[in-house]
C-alpha cells in the first residue's frame, strides 16, 4: 500500500510543503490526517471545506472528552471502570458556496484546477480549485487555514472567490455539532479505531448570534465538560450578512452578492475555543462563550502567529539530510506533525494521534515517555517539562489505582485522558506495568539533559521514589535470590502476562537505581533504598545459553515458532487471530528486548545487542507503528546499514503511504518522534545519560550529510554529520562551563563558537549471527520408527 509515493505527480516533491494536486475521493479520509493542522491544544482536520465533502471532517481539543461506564461482559475486581473518549467538539470549517444557483461540490461539480497544500514553513493550509460553473463562468476559490500559537484556541479561515465575468454568489459559512461523526463504532471491528456514544454528547448551554457574530457554548453530558466558541466574520465590502441563523446543531452566516468579472470576495471567519471543566454555575455557558468571545483575534493576526512560530521552530528544530530530497520532505513532515501535537498543548498529556483525529480514543499512553519526550527534551525542554508535569498531577489517581493492584506507591494508567484507566483489556493494558518506567526514565533523561535542578528535587525526586514503591511491592525475591517480576505485559503485545519480561526489568531496574539516587526526601528511610538498590542489583534478566541471546521473558523461548507462510492478507495478526492463538507462538508486534537494549545502552555488550538483533529481528512483524524506528536505530548501532535505512524508510512513510491502514483515524505521532529519534539516534548515533553526549555515527552511504541541533543544559549545539567526520558548533554567545562530547570512546572538548570535527574511520558491517535449532527434531524420524 502507498499513497505519496505511488503518484510524484500528484504529490510532488517539494521540500516546504505537503502538495495535492488531483482530488481523488478515495483519499480524502487519509488526506484529512495529512493536511491536518495544530498547535498540541487545538487540532483541525484537513477536510475540505464544500458541500460536505469530508469522510472524518472535525475539530478536537487535546484533554476535551466524555466518559461512559465500561460494559464488561465478565466484570471483575479492578477492571477499568470509566471509559474516556476525545470528543469532536463543533467544527467551523465548513462552507457551502453556490454560484448562479450551482452549488460548488468536488463530487458534483466539474473541476478545472486544483491544488492543496500545507506548508511546513508557515502552518497554513490552502486549497485553490478551479471550476467550471454551469452557467459557463469559470470560477476559482481559494480557502486557507491556520491555528494560533500565543492564543493556542484560535482558529483563522479565509475564503476567497473570484470570477471571470459577472456571477450571483450564495455564501454559506456553517458551524456544524456533529456529536460524534464516526457512524459506526469502528472499534468493533478494529481495536487502534475510535468507538463512538450511543446517546447526545454536547447539551447545548448558551446559543446567541447576530450580524455574523456567534457566541455558541455547549456542555459534555456525562463528564460535565464545557466548550464554547466564538465566531466573528468580517468580508471585504461594506455587505452585512444577508441571514445569521443559530442552533444547537449548525449555526450559519449568510452572504448573498453579486460578483463582477475580476472583482475578489473575501471572507475572514475568526474562531476562538474555550473549554472549562465542571461546574454547576447557573451561567456557565454565558460566562464561557463570554470568555471565547473575549481571546478572539482578526484571522490575520492568527496568520501571522503561525508564520512566527514556524520561523522560530525550523530554526531549531529543522534536520536537513543531504542527497536524498524526497526523504527530506517526508522528514519535514514529521518534524511538522510533531509540532503540532506538542507545541501549544501546556502542562497535558499527548495523545497517540496528537490532535489530528480521534484513533485511540484521544488517549495518553508510554509513548509519549519513551517516543516524544527524547525529541521535546532536545528540541523544547520547556515543552517537555509540562508533560512531565501533567504525569506528576496525575499521581493521587495512580496511587489509588496501585491500592487497587495491591501495589505500593503510584501505577499510571496505561491509557488514559483524566488519570483513571481506561483500558478494558487488561492484558495488554494494565499488565503493562512498564508504564511506571517510561515516565521515570523520561523524567532522569530531562533532568540529565537540562540540569533543571528545581525538577529533580521536587516532581522529578517524587516520580521516581513512588514508582519504585510500585515495583519493589511488584516483584519478589525468589529462591535463587533473584528479584523477579511475573505477571507482565512488554511493548510486546503479542506476548502477554508474562514472567521476568525483559524489557520490564531492565527498566524497572533503571527506575530503581533512579529512586536510590534520590537523598534526603521526607518518608524515605536508609533501608528503603537499601532494597531498591539490592532489587536492581539482583534484577533478574533472562538470558537463553542455548542461543546464547536474551529471552525476550523467561518462557518465550519455548513457545512454538510463527508460521511465516502465513499470507500478508492476515497481518496485522492482531485482526485475523484470537490474542491466544498469537500469545502461544514465536511472534512479535515491535520490538522489545531490542527497545530495551536501545535505551539501556550502557548495560549490554556489543556481542549481546547483536545477537538479540538478529534474533528478534526477522520474527517482529512490525504490526505495530512503534516498532519500525526501533529496529532501524539498533540496526544502525550495529552496522547493518540497509537493514537500518529500510526500517528507518518503512517508518519515515507509515502515514504518508498509509502503510497500516488507518492513518484515517490520526497521525501517529509516537512514530513521527520515533523519526526524530531515527535520525539522531539511529544515523547520528547519540546516546545520554551517561558522563557526557555520546555519538557513535552510521550515516547511510546514500546520503551525504546530516545537520541537527539540540538544546543540552541550555546551550544550542549544531551537530553536522559527513561520510569521514562528525562536526560540532558551541553558539559564539555561550558563556557558560566548557562542554565536551564523547565521540567512539575519545573525549572532545568543545571551544565556544568554533567548529570542531572529528574524523570517523568506516564502520564494517558484522557477521550475521547463527543460531542453533530451539526446536531440535532430527530425533523424530527415529522415535517413529521405533514405536512402527
Sequence with gaps: MALINSDRLRFPCEPWQLVETSHEADDDGTLETLMALGNGHLGIRGSHSFGGDGVLPGTFINGFHEIWDIKHAENAYGFARTGQRIVYVPDAANFTVSIDGEMLSLADSTVLDYRRSVDFSTGIYRCAVTWAARSGATVTTVVRRAVGFESRGSLGIELAITADREVYADVRSDIVNRQDKPVEDQSAHDPRRAGRHADRILLPLHLHGVDGSLELAWETAASRQGVAMAVEHTINTDQQPFETVVGQDESTVRYVLGLGAGEKFVLHKSVSYATAGTSAAPDRGETLAAEAQAALISVDAIFAQSVAHYANYWATADIVVGGEPELQQAIRWNLFVLSQATARAGVSGIPAKGVSGSGYEGHYFWDQEIYLLPYLTYTNPTAARQVLESRHRMLPAARRRATELSVDGALFAWRTINGLEASAYYAAGTAQFHINAAIAFAAKRYEWATGDAAFRQDMGAELFIETARMWVSLGFFGKDGMFHIHGV??????????????????????????????????????????????????????YDAHLQVHSQDNDFMTLEPWDWS???????????????VIYRHQVLKQADAVLAMFLQWQDFTAEEKQRAFDFYDPITTGDSTLSACVQGIMAAELGYSHTAL????????????????NTIDGVHIASTGGIWSS???GFAGMRDQGQHLFFDPRLPASWSSLTFKLSVRGVLLDVELRPDAIS????????????????????????VGEKTTVALAPVPAPTPSIFPSSFPTAGFPVIGKGLS
Design 489 to 542: 505485559t512488554g511493548p510486546d503485545e503479542y506476548t502477554a502476562v508474562v514472567n521476568d519480561n525483559l524489557y520490564t526489568n531492565v527498566m524497572a531496574r533503571f527506575n530503581l537505581r533512579a529512586a536510590a539516587e534520590v537523598e534526603g526526601y521526607p518518608g524515605v528511610t536508609d533501608t528503603e533504598r537499601l532494597v531498591w538498590k539490592q532489587a536492581a542489583d539482583r534484577m533478574s534478566v533472562p
Design 566 to 580: 502465513t499470507p500478508r492478507s492476515k497481518y496485522p495478526l492482531l485482526l485475523h487471530f484470537h490474542p491466544l
Design 646 to 661: 529500510n526500517h528507518f524508510t518503512d517508518a519515515l512513510f507509515i502515514d504518508l503511504d498509509n502503510s497500516h491502514g
Design 679 to 681: 535520525l539522531v539516534c
Design 728 to 751: 560540532f558548533t558551541l553558539p559564539a554567545t555561550y558563556d557558560g562551563v566548557a562542554r565536551a562530547v564523547n565521540v567512539r570512546g575519545t573525549l572532545v572538548e568543545l571551544p
